[in-house]
């Protein structure tokens, strides 16, 4: 069975910078497109970031341009959530997100990485606190 494992999350103050990661274990990593959603205290799971199975699409929420990269290294079955310029708002839980890919040549919108019912697996989250 696929599992996904978070790591990274800490408490940091704003302004700082902190990196995620995600590694993926009982599957072939280059199988999965890979995304990160976060749910905030109070509120309900929201989309951050998505990357393609080879790399080389990515996609994110309006909230975190221009502050967050996604990435992905295959060889580590690693997706990553590089994460700058920190905000109060950004603090919650972050949830790695496995997406098994059907159409590798499929050109997808970027609406499709966004809808948390195309994934597959999820992680059991990574707590990211934000301090002001």
């Known amino acids: 069975q696929v599992r996904l494992a978070e790591s990274g999350g800490q408490w940091v103050q704003a302004g700082q910078s902190l990196k995620l990661a995600c590694v993926l274990t009982?599957?072939?990593?280059?199988?999965?497109?890979m995304a990160w959603f976060r749910r905030a205290p109070g509120k309900e799971r929201e989309f951050v970031a998505a990357?393609?199975?080879?790399?080389?699409?990515?996609t994110d929420a309006d909230s975190v341009a221009g502050r967050f990269t996604i990435s992905r290294v295959n060889a580590e079955n690693t997706a990553y959530l590089q994460m700058n310029a920190l905000k109060s708002e950004d603090t919650g839980v972050y949830y790695c997100?496995?997406?098994?890919?059907?159409?590798?040549?499929?050109?997808?919108?970027?609406?499709?990485?966004?809808?948390?019912?195309?994934?597959?697996?999820w992680g059991q989250g990574t707590q990211v606190i934000i301090s002001s």
């Open positions: 997100a496995a997406d098994i890919v059907m159409a590798p040549n499929a050109r997808y919108q970027g609406s499709y990485f966004r809808n948390a019912a195309m994934y597959d697996f």
């Open positions: 009982g599957g072939t990593f280059s199988d999965y497109h």
């Open positions: 990357i393609n199975w080879r790399g080389d699409t990515t």
